[in-house]
C-alpha cells in the first residue's frame, strides 16, 4: 500500500447556507481510533440529512466529523487497533456518522460492509446509509410482514427507491407517492404496484382501492405536516407508521382519536445519534437478509445523477430542486 498522504481535500460548510457554503478545504487526513478503518473514498453518497447539517438544522453528534456525508465506497488503506473485519485493500461501503465528503474518512469497522461483486464503487456509495433507513424503519420499527401493503411517500428519492425494491424482494405490496407521471413511470419499473400523484390524486383515496377499501399496513413517511392525520385514515386496523423526516413541517393538526379506534402505532427514527452498537446490529442483519437480495439483482442501487467532490454545492442544488430520482453521488 502506498505511503498515506499527510492532508487531504474535502468539502466543508464554510456557514449555515445555501449550497454555495459548501467550499473545498485542506484538512489532515484522519487516523482511526480503536474498531476504527480509513477509507480511502471513491464515491459518497449525497443524502437529505447533509443538506440539513448544510442549513445549520441537523446538530453533528458529539465526536463525529464536522464535514458532511454519511456513506461511502472505497478501498481501506489503514487499521485501528482491533479491526478484525476487514484488511487493508478490501473494497467496503460504510455508514459514517460524518465526514464523507473527503478523500479518506474513518468509518467503525462494524459498520463496513464489503462490497459484493459485480458492484461498483459508485453503485456501492449510494446503498448504505439508505439500506439501513429502510431495514430499521419498515422491517425493525415498521415489523413489514410478507403480503402486507407497505405505503411510501416520496416514492421517487434515494429511500424511496430502496424501499419498493427491498419490500418487493421481502413479498409485500407497494404503493408509493410521487409528484410526477415520471417519477410513477419509474416507481413502476423499480417494482411499485401502484404510484400516487400526490398532485392530481388523493392518497388516502387510492391506497384504500388498493387494498379492497381496508387501508395499508406500514407507512413510510417523511412528509410530515398535514400527511399526519391523513396517513391515519389510509392505514389498516393495526397499521403501522414510521416517520422518518418532516419535509412538510414537524407539527401537525391530527384526529389521535383514530390511534385508538384503529389500535395504530406512529413511531419514528433518526439514524446518524444512534449508538455504535445499534449500526452494527442493524449491518449484521443486513450483510444476512439484504445483501442476498443485490446478488439476486433484487436489489439495485438507482442512480440519478454524479457530480465530482468539487462540485458538492451542484449535487445539493439537484437535490433541493426536488428533480431527481433515485441517488445523487460524489464522485471522488
Known sequence: MDKLPSHMTVIAISSPGGPEVLVPEQREVPKPKAGEILVKVEAAGVNRPD???????????????DLPGLEIAGTVVA???????????DRVMSLTAGGGYAEYCVAPDAHAISIPEGLSMKQAATLP?????????????????????????????????????????????????????????ACIKLGADVAVNYKTQDFVAEAKAATNGKGVNVILDMVGGDYVDRNYDACATEGRIVQIAFLGGPKATANFGKLMMKRLWHTGSTLRPRSDEDKAAMVKAIEATVLPWILKGQLKSLIDSEFSLKDAAKAHARMESGQHIGKIVLMV
Not at 56 to 61: A, I, L, R, S
Not at 79 to 89: P, R, S
Open 51 to 65: 443538506v440539513l447539517q448544510r442549513m445549520g438544522k441537523y446538530p453533528v453528534p458529539p465526536g463525529a466529523s
Open 79 to 89: 487499521l485501528g487497533d482491533g479491526a478484525t473485519k476487514h484488511k487493508i485493500g
Open 129 to 185: 446509509e439508505t439500506m439501513m433507513t429502510v431495514w430499521h424503519n419498515v422491517f425493525e420499527r415498521g415489523a413489514l410482514k410478507k403480503n402486507e401493503t407497505l405505503l411510501v411517500h416520496g416514492g421517487s428519492s434515494g429511500i424511496g427507491t430502496t424501499a419498493i425494491q427491498m419490500a418487493k424482494a421481502y413479498g409485500a405490496k407497494v404503493i408509493v407517492t410521487v409528484g410526477s407521471q415520471e417519477k410513477a413511470d
